[in-house]
């Protein structure tokens, strides 16, 4: 028997990348699974694609009311939800040029991040909390990166937002403890996964396998970790065989976080710094 059978998933940022990849393995391990995004065209040919076991619903994890919506709608089509993962997330550079260092990213960005990555955690957090309940437990899994366990200067708040997510993760798998209610909550943390958000800056020129190289050169396995190798640790973290775990944060980084990268480099400002 597949690991999911019989239970109920909902999934955000689901239309592609890694969200895609996670929905499509939940309903391969016998889930029903409500995907859900901003891209409602993407969504719902996803879940077409996926069959059956998938249906699409939207969702702006921002707003309260479209978590009450989907998560109402969930109960009553399967009668239960039993595993949620908080996907979706952005790291500003979508909406918003500039610098986003310490120094100058803006406040309007700093804003933006922090409501998608952060709030629409908390938010999808106390949904299933109260639908996962009235069904006796359930799993939330959460998508941090490794971007939350150490500092980035370039991307100030979507660093930021992401150890926010990483800590709110221990809040929410000790509250649920405290109160016996059956529900877990982890985080995995990934790094270099090859999504659609990488191609701008890999191209599709003669330069693309040059441009792979330096984007995962401080990677000891040398390579991208590929949505699927994700959507399989979520399975994991979905399912009985993780019963005992619980807070946990899971690194898919191919060992990044292993070991230490080079001290970023310094701004010269005069000969005496060089």
Not at 34 to 44: A, I, S, W
Not at 117 to 128: D, I, K, R
Request: with cysteine; hydrophobic share 45%; glycine share 12%.
């Amino acid at each position: 028997m597949r690991r999911l059978t019989g239970r109920v998933a909902l999934v955000t940022g689901a239309a592609r990348g890694i969200g895609l990849a996670v929905a499509r393995r939940l309903v391969d391990e016998g889930a029903e699974v409500v995907l859900t995004d901003l891209r409602d065209d993407e969504g719902e040919r996803a879940a077409s694609a996926l069959g059956a076991g998938a249906v699409y619903r939207h969702l702006d994890v921002r707003e309260a009311s479209d978590w009450t919506r989907v998560v109402a709608e969930c109960v009553q089509r399967f009668g239960r939800l039993d595993v949620l993962v908080n996907n979706a997330g952005i790291t500003g550079f979508e909406s918003y040029a500039g610098a986003h260092d310490p120094e100058h990213v803006s406040l309007e960005a700093w804003r933006a991040v922090m409501a998608t990555n952060l709030e629409g955690v908390m938010l999808g957090c106390q949904a299933a909390i109260g639908a996962m309940r009235a069904a006796g437990g359930g799993s939330i899994v959460n998508i941090g990166s490794r971007s939350g366990v150490v500092g980035i200067p370039g991307a100030a708040a979507y660093a930021a937002s992401k150890a926010a997510v990483r800590n709110h993760t221990k809040s929410v798998a000790l509250w649920c403890a405290e109160q016996d209610l059956g529900i877990r909550c982890n985080v995995v943390q990934p790094a270099a996964v090859l999504t659609p958000l990488w191609e701008p800056m890999l191209g599709t020129g003669p330069d693309r396998a040059a441009n792979i190289a330096a984007a995962v050169a401080d990677a000891p396995l040398r390579r991208f970790g590929a949505p699927e190798e994700v959507a399989a640790l979520v399975a994991y973290l979905a399912s009985d065989e993780s019963a005992y775990c619980t807070g946990g944060e899971f690194n898919i980084d191919g060992g990044l976080l292993a070991g230490s990268v080079a001290a970023p480099a310094r701004a010269i400002h005069s000969t005496s710094d060089v």
